[in-house]
């Protein structure tokens, strides 16, 4: 496309059909993202797309959009799509999102729940699939998924869907995929080491990577509170009393901290739930929900929601800790300031941390501002009472 694509105000001019539109108003989108206007026509055009665009710029209507529209066109009912995601909350976001813009039935394929019940699902011939490599591939060895139909493969989060940990199962999965299927990867963060994977993986690839809008340093105001690795939790309490954040996530990168952060938390009357890889799926599907509606505002969780988790209204993200991989950073920020909205990130942290965030600071670009706590407030260190 060229650069006139800029300023496509309809989502009729890239293409999509007035129905699709339709379903768009509905819920309040009147206008495609600069990242929507680049890749629908591609993606229409059947070709093999790799693209990247920062947190909350709408990659998932970018190629959900063009493939449903396709899909709806087909005149063989037994084509589909598959869309591989990292996580439970990512796959269940994008099979929400599928549901709202169309009928076709989707079914949503994820580890540590009964398989039996995901064989009855395919009986009913879903045309959109989604879900993560292991089970899915799973479900083809098991000949109840046939791939011979599949139209398209997602790979949304690529990076980590090619990271050491899954990465030999997604390519299992690729080689069940026929050669002639459309595949199209997208994440906030993609590095050359992951583009080269991926380009590994098909060939004949369109890239569209989005010149840095900035997100990070322009929609999210950056602080930094100091505290000893004993004092965080009391830190936090005393934070969330002082701020009152309308709608807080708050990060951990250990799993077991989950629960005793929200039990402490809980324990002085503040209202918070959990989430972290252990707790059940209904549980974690419950605390969401919770979360996403309101009921409540406060969410404790580790690394598993800093990916792809779409949820409006969070003014503040709080991260304990500092993550060892820099790009988990980005994404935990980038659960807030979405969709064209600021917010703050808050760095609780000891001065091995403290030195870290000065590097992300260095390195992103960034204006970290010092805070601390002063009689129920959240104050500059050199604030002094007049």
């Not at 109840?144 to 980590?160: G, P």
């Not at 930094?224 to 002082?242: C, G, N, P, Q």
């Not at 949820?311 to 980038?334: A, Y």
């Not at 703050?344 to 600071?361: C, F, P, Q, S, T």
Request: charged fraction near 30%; proline fraction near 3%.
């Amino acid at each position: 496309m060229d650069e006139k694509a800029d300023t496509i105000k309809d989502f009729s001019l890239l293409g999509i059909k007035t129905e699709l539109i339709l379903k768009l108003n509905s819920f309040g989108i009147s206008e495609p993202s600069l990242i929507q206007q680049k890749t629908i026509p591609a993606v229409l055009e059947n070709s093999n797309v790799i693209f990247e665009s920062e947190t909350g710029t709408g990659k998932t209507f970018a190629y959900l959009l063009p493939l449903v529209q396709k899909l709806e066109a087909e005149n063989n009912a037994e084509n589909k799509i598959i869309i591989l995601a990292p996580t439970y909350e990512l796959a269940s976001q994008i099979k929400s999102t599928a549901q709202r813009i169309t009928e076709l039935k989707s079914a949503l394929l994820i580890g540590g729940t009964p398989i039996k019940r995901q064989i009855e699902l395919l009986k009913d011939k879903p045309r959109i699939i989604i879900g993560n490599p292991s089970r899915i591939l799973e479900l083809i060895h098991l000949k109840k998924i046939k791939t011979s139909n599949v139209k398209a493969l997602v790979l949304d989060e690529a990076d980590r869907l090619v990271s050491v940990e899954i990465a030999e199962e997604t390519k299992k999965l690729i080689s069940n995929i026929p050669c002639d299927a459309q595949f199209i990867a997208c994440s906030a963060t993609i590095n050359q080491n992951t583009k080269k994977n991926l380009e590994n993986f098909f060939s004949n690839v369109k890239e569209i990577i989005l010149p840095k809008e900035d997100i990070l340093s322009k929609k999210i105001t950056h602080w930094a509170i100091f505290a000893e690795a004993r004092d965080k939790i009391s830190t936090l309490k005393s934070f969330l009393l002082a701020e009152n954040p309308e709608k807080a996530l708050i990060f951990t990168s250990r799993a077991d901290q989950v629960e005793n952060i929200a039990q402490k938390l809980q324990y002085k009357k503040i209202d918070c739930m959990a989430l972290h890889a252990k707790t059940d799926k209904k549980e974690r599907k419950a605390a969401i929900d919770r979360f996403r509606n309101g009921k409540c505002r406060f969410l404790v969780t580790s690394d598993l929601a800093s990916r792809g988790l779409d949820i409006q209204g969070i003014t503040h993200i709080i991260q304990m800790d500092l993550p060892s991989n820099e790009d988990f950073f980005v994404h935990r920020s980038g659960r807030t300031a979405r969709a064209g909205k600021s917010g703050i990130n808050v760095v609780i942290g000891d001065e091995y941390e403290m030195r870290k965030y000065a590097a992300l600071e260095k390195k992103f670009g960034l204006t970290v501002y010092p805070k601390t706590l002063y009689k129920g407030k959240v104050v500059a260190p050199d604030f002094e009472e007049s």
